[in-house]
């Protein structure tokens, strides 16, 4: 199975600063198989990125998903106080087998 | 609208059985892959099964113990476990899956896009 490792495993940090979040993958993930969800506690997962870097309908774009190969990205430009939550980087790689990083806790400071 | 929406959430004892069920809407039920994903308390995602319209898929950590089928005559979803164990503990989540395709009609990315609430599945041991 491909483990995805994601980075930070928390981070605290202000409304309006701009938050980074990676994920490094065990072996190469083709963009099209690698996707971001935002998890809030007692909530649905959501669907943020697919394809590494297209925004899902109705995503803000302060969101922005990059990287390739191993290597991958989700980056927040200005935190709003809903963007407070769990985020993680998953991969379809060997679809319909799949896997998900641990998780980065996105926490307010 | 997309709906999907889990029951069936119990305290169960080590060994026992339980049967999840899912209800979806919004969609065309036998056009996509319906999937569980389950979150452990304190842990992260973690895929359990896949139903592909006819093929099922597990986990190693839940194959030959979990079934996944799907009845098309009520656009649901069901998680069949048995021999529950003590790391099954987590809230069970039932996801659509879905393929994007770019303006070419090139695969542009794989994704669950919708994800009910959950039910909490705890086993005692």
């Not at chain 1, 991958?72 to 993680?88: C, G, K, M, N, W």
């Not at chain 2, 319209?53 to 656009?75: C, E, I, L, M």
């Not at chain 2, 529950?84 to 069970?92: F, K, Q, S």
Request: charged share 15%; glycine share 12%; hydrophobic share 30%.
């Amino acid at each position: 199975d491909i483990v995805l490792t994601q980075s930070p495993g928390a981070l605290s940090l202000s409304p309006g600063e701009r938050a980074a979040l990676f994920c490094r993958a065990s072996q190469t993930v083709p963009s099209t198989y690698l996707t971001w969800y935002q998890h809030k506690p007692g909530q649905a997962p959501r669907l943020l990125i697919y394809g590494a870097s297209t925004r899902a309908a109705g995503v803000p774009d302060r969101f922005s998903g990059s990287g390739s190969g191993t290597d991958f990205s989700l980056t927040i430009s200005r935190l709003q106080p809903e963007d407070f939550a769990v985020y993680y980087c998953h991969q379809f790689v060997t679809s319909p087998r799949n896997t998900f990083g641990q998780g980065t806790k996105l926490e307010i400071k | 609208e997309v709906q999907l929406s889990e029951s069936g959430g119990a305290l169960v004892q080590a060994g026992g059985s339980l049967r999840l069920s899912c209800s979806t809407s919004g969609f065309d039920f036998s056009g996509y892959a319906l999937s569980w994903v389950r979150l452990p308390p304190g842990k992260g995602l973690e895929w359990v099964s896949t139903n592909l319209v006819g093929s099922t898929y597990h986990a190693d950590s839940v194959r030959g113990r979990f079934t996944t089928p799907r009845d098309s005559s009520k656009n649901m979803l069901y998680l069949q476990m048995n021999g529950l164990r003590a790391e099954d503990t987590a809230v069970y989540y039932c996801v659509k899956g879905r393929d994007y395709y770019d303006s070419s009609g090139s695969l542009a990315g794989v994704a669950f896009d919708y994800w009910g609430q959950g039910t909490l599945v705890t086993v005692s041991s």
